[in-house]
């Protein structure tokens, strides 16, 4: 699977950005964040139905996640940004692609050790 992720910038704090990360194939897609000199960090991640999300603490009730799964498209919704969001921030993928007759069903991953597939990453930056 490959991963293209877009829609970094700088924006303002209080304001809003959406990222989007466009796979080769039907996925179950996440994302992730590393700000300078920190560990990366689960951000949220969405299952292969785009029924299911989950979201890391720092950035639930701001930021959302959701697909559109004629694109193989994820897209990163964040709003109130503070900046404290400054991070490179990565798409990601487990296993795939998965046809779309295969039920498969995956609960909350958010270990980097449960992704297989990697964006380049895109460079979101919050000014005070």
């Known amino acids: 699977v490959q991963l293209q992720a877009s829609g970094g910038g700088l924006v303002q704090a209080g304001g809003s950005l959406r990222l989007s990360c466009a796979a080769s194939?039907?996925?179950?897609m996440g994302w992730f964040r590393q700000a300078p000199g920190k560990a990366r960090e689960f951000v949220a991640a969405?299952?292969?139905?785009?029924?299911?999300?989950y979201y890391g603490e720092s950035v639930n009730g701001r930021f959302t996640i959701s697909r559109d799964n004629a694109k193989n498209t994820v897209y990163l919704q964040m709003n109130r940004l503070r900046p404290e969001d400054t991070a490179v921030y990565y798409c990601?993928?487990?296993?795939?692609?998965?046809?779309?007759?295969?039920?498969?069903?995956?609960?909350?991953?958010?270990?980097?050790?449960?992704?297989?597939?990697w964006g380049q990453g895109t460079l979101v930056t919050v000014s005070s």
């Open positions: 990601t993928a487990h296993g795939g692609p998965y046809s779309d007759d295969v039920p498969v069903v995956f609960g909350r991953l958010d270990r980097e050790y449960e992704y297989h597939y």
């Open positions: 194939g039907r996925t179950y």
């Open positions: 969405i299952d292969l139905t785009g029924s299911s999300a």
